[in-house]
């Protein structure tokens, strides 16, 4: 069982390693598109990083509604809640 800062702590690394900055820069309100310069293929990649990592699986449309950095821990911490994996 993943605590939640585990999972946010987690997706935070994944997203610095797929644009390439530092971890301890990602705010909760980062724009993917604005702040980060996501692209289709970022976008992509990191949509599989986090459905390999968590063992999730993130529909397209989903994809969309994730703007922010917060937006996207709350998202896959709740996921892994509905799944019984976080406390």
Not at 63 to 87: F, I, M, P, R, S
């Amino acid at each position: 069982m993943t605590s939640e800062a585990e999972v946010e702590r987690k997706v935070k690394e994944i997203i610095a390693r797929v644009y390439r900055v530092k971890p301890e820069e990602l705010k909760p309100e980062t724009r993917f598109i604005d702040d980060l310069g996501a692209d289709s293929i970022t976008t992509i990649e990191l949509v599989a990083e986090i459905e390999d990592v968590f063992g999730i699986e993130v529909p397209d449309e989903d994809v969309e509604k994730n703007q922010t950095v917060g937006q996207a821990v709350d998202y896959v911490v709740e996921k892994l809640k509905a799944a019984g994996k976080v406390k």
